[in-house]
């Protein structure tokens, strides 16, 4: 897709909407590292901020739906742009998700924040790091087109499948241990769940970059990388 | 239909080079790339339509069946009979309707008697779904129809002699969208019957109508593929430019 196409407002719409991703992208990063700061600080404000920009969010997804359709509409795009365009409508979906699960994380910090601290709280933020790297990462791989980056980045959700799955056999022990943990371990297992979908989301917006760039799907056994 | 390497000259001027395609039967194939890229040439080629021009020189091969269509024993009247033709512009006989339809039979002996040409007529309207609009002025003349309705007349003409093989040369380009629309979902159905080559510089109508795509440029047969493949993910960058509005 190296070369521009004839009618040069057709390159400067789908500028536009590769930054309008971006921008919601940037968003939706933002969101998840403040739901986990108000959860760290036990800060009912901070995530009351999170859960009220999730309709900016909204709103977004929106705009970019109605912006593709136009260009469907009247470009009537073919090959790598109706894969661009029609794959945009659906990473802008992602992302939307990916919103709602940081605010998910933001409502539970308000219950969290009336509990006594559980311990293993370290645990969380570091996944989150690699959740929000991800998204950082994915959305390089977007604005550069860069398939293998994606694939990098679509290889990492193990990593946090694994750190889910040992968060929530410690967080287990300690609900055994005293059952005056149960709720708020409960309630970090939901944060944690939440965090492993968001993985989940990157990860299929990996595959959608890797469609747009080779009009193929990723096969889905991964090798061993 | 089967093609091998077929190069065309006009005069000193190389036109098409080495182009090999097989066409398959009861599909529809399109034929894309910018203006003068040669696949006009390349469609006229198959029955033949470019002997008339002058100082034209093809090598290759070209197979109906089997059949060298090119070979000294072939009568070309006969090939256009099996290979039909409808061009750009609509271009009914200056006769009625009735008349624009039942030529071809009767010059190749097609019906027995008034009644047979009857049906063969009203078949070959209803082919080319014009019958019932035009079923009580059968004796006016062709040309008084609108644009569209004269390229289905031009269709019906050509399914008239029962063909294999219809070549369609941009036939929806000088129409309007609705009359368009008349032709493409006659596309569809004639596809049941006949093997049908399409020329067009409607890329939507390509990936609209056709099961393969061509893909020309300067001469060369540059991809020919599964239409879906053609317009989802063009194998060659250079149709991928050309079907995106990168370059023509």
């Known amino acids: 897709m190296a070369t521009d196409h004839i009618v040069k407002s057709y390159d400067e719409h789908i500028a ?53 359709i136009r260009l469907l509409a009247t470009r009537q795009p073919m090959a790598g742009d109706l894969r661009l365009i029609a794959m945009a409508m659906k990473i802008s979906n992602d992302l939307e998700r990916i919103g709602d699960y940081a605010t998910n994380i933001a409502k539970r910090c308000e219950r969290l924040a009336q509990e006594q601290p559980i311990k293993p709280l370290y645990a969380i933020p570091r996944m989150a790091q690699i959740a929000q790297a991800m998204i950082k990462d994915i959305l390089d791989a977007y604005v550069e087109r860069d398939a293998d980056k994606a694939i990098t980045v679509w290889h990492r959700d193990d990593e946090v499948d694994d750190m889910f799955t040992s968060l929530f ?29 968001i993985g989940d989301h990157t990860t299929n917006i990996a595959e959608k970059i890797h469609y747009i760039i080779h009009g193929e799907r990723i096969n889905r056994m991964p090798s061993s990388v | 239909m089967v093609t091998r390497n077929v190069s065309l000259w006009y005069g000193e001027k190389q036109a098409l080079f080495e182009v090999s395609l097989d066409v398959a039967e009861r599909q529809v194939t399109a034929l894309i790339g910018p203006s003068g890229c040669g696949k006009s040439t390349f469609l006229r080629c198959l029955n033949r339509m470019n002997d008339v021009i002058e100082g034209v020189r093809i090598e290759g091969e070209i197979r109906l069946d089997g059949e060298d269509v090119y070979d000294r024993s072939v009568d070309v009247v006969q090939l256009r009979a099996r290979v039909g033709m409808v061009f750009q512009k609509p271009n009914p006989f200056p006769k009625s309707i009735y008349e624009n339809v039942a030529y071809g039979p009767r010059i190749h002996g097609l019906a027995a008697g008034k009644a047979d040409m009857d049906d063969v007529v009203e078949a070959s309207l209803r082919g080319a779904g014009l019958f019932e609009e035009v079923k009580d002025r059968l004796e006016a003349p062709g040309n008084s129809l609108s644009g569209g309705q004269q390229q289905r007349l031009c269709i019906a003409r050509a399914i008239a002699v029962s063909p294999e093989v219809i070549l369609m040369d941009e036939p929806c380009s000088a129409l309007d969208p609705i009359a368009t629309a008349h032709i493409e979902e006659l596309i569809d159905e004639l596809r049941r019957n006949f093997t049908i080559v399409i020329v067009t510089h409607n890329m939507q109508q390509a990936a609209r109508v056709s099961q393969s795509t061509a893909f020309f440029h300067l001469g060369k047969l540059i991809e020919y593929d599964d239409t879906d493949r053609i317009f989802t993910n063009p194998k060659e960058s250079m149709t991928q430019d050309y079907i995106t509005g990168r370059f023509g």
């Not at chain 1, 056999?169 to 979908?197: G, H, P, Q, W």
């Open chain 1, 169 to 197: 056999r410690e967080l287990l022990t300690y609900m055994m241990e005293d059952a005056r943990n149960i709720s708020a371990c409960i309630d970090l297992i939901f944060v944690a769940k939440n965090l492993e979908r």
């Open chain 1, 16 to 68: 536009l909407l590769t930054r309008k991703i971006l921008e919601m992208g940037g968003m939706v990063e933002q969101q998840i590292a403040r739901a986990i700061e108000a959860l760290v600080n036990r800060s009912v404000d901070q995530a009351n901020q999170v859960i009220e920009q999730d309709d900016q969010i909204d709103r977004m997804e929106e705009e970019i739906d109605q912006f593709a």
